[in-house]
């Protein structure tokens, strides 16, 4: 103590709290004094519930709702504005401008002073994906019952492709489907009637990574089961270890470009290069 002022530290809980001084001066009189405070140490609860975190918007403004929970009045800025808060919920439209990410961040402060800190991004898209056809060519004559269509298609959050309805597998930019072409089955069909296992024949060039992924993928999603790959053309170590790799598969050998092309050259090729580890033997009775 000094003069007539004093201070002291003084342990209290969380809650309500009465404050009660007691001064006596040296002849032994008293006197007392109380204050009523309330102690709150622990910072506001504080939820964003939506937009869901990575969701996708091509809206003006993007929707944002929480909660929020305290022992003492809150406050709270959401976007750098004051937002109400109503029985411990509360919801703003954050208004975005340009496309790309965008963080909303929520800031709950309390009556002590405390604060908690919530943020969410979402991807701002007001532009349509690009979408384009490699094969077929436009004016093709092709049998049926099905067609294999493959393209490309880039987005900055590309959700879906469709061909005449039927989904499109999508992968590294690329997407295909098999689409029907009148009312009968088509090859996929017939492999899952089979139940046999599928050796998927791909080429080696440029593009057969994005296809062949592709390719596997529509399989794996009807779940037919796949044997393997055989590459066909000049062979490339780079495509074959790509399509092992992120395949999940197994390259049962390269057929190179034989001439001439006989049953025979492909029978001496398959004697000699063929399933050289014999992976194909557990599918065999």
Do not use: C, K
């Amino acid at each position: 103590m000094s003069g007539a002022a004093f201070s002291a530290a003084v342990p209290v809980p969380d809650g309500a709290v009465t404050l009660a001084v007691v001064a006596r001066d040296a002849a032994g009189n008293a006197a007392t004094a109380a204050a009523a405070i309330t102690v709150d140490s622990v910072a506001p609860a504080l939820r964003l519930t939506a937009p869901a975190a990575g969701s996708s918007t091509n809206a003006a403004a993007v929707h944002i709702t929480g909660t929020v929970a305290d022992a003492t009045a809150v406050t709270l800025m959401v976007a750098g504005v004051d937002v109400p808060v109503v029985s411990g919920q509360f919801a703003y439209d954050a208004v975005v401008a340009n496309e790309g990410d965008a963080t909303i961040t929520a800031v709950a402060t309390d009556a002590a002073g405390n604060t908690a800190t919530a943020f969410v991004t979402v991807t701002v898209d007001r532009s349509a994906p690009t979408v384009s056809i490699v094969t077929p060519a436009s004016g093709s004559f092709l049998r049926g019952p099905s067609v294999a269509i493959t393209g490309t298609v880039a987005d900055a959050a590309i959700a879906s492709v469709n061909v005449n309805g039927v989904p499109a597998v999508l992968a590294d930019g690329g997407f295909s489907a098999l689409v029907p072409v009148n009312d009968a089955a088509n090859m996929a069909d017939l492999m899952t009637r089979l139940g046999l296992p599928v050796v998927v024949v791909a080429r080696t060039a440029l593009g057969t990574i994005n296809h062949t992924l592709l390719t596997l993928e529509a399989l794996r999603r009807r779940a037919i089961q796949t044997a393997g790959v055989i590459m066909v053309g000049v062979p490339n170590p780079d495509n074959r270890d790509a399509i092992e790799r992120y395949g999940d598969i197994d390259v049962l050998g390269v057929i190179p470009v034989l001439e001439p092309l006989t049953a025979g050259s492909l029978a001496a090729w398959a004697a000699a290069e063929l399933d050289r580890d014999g992976r194909l033997a557990r599918y065999l009775p």
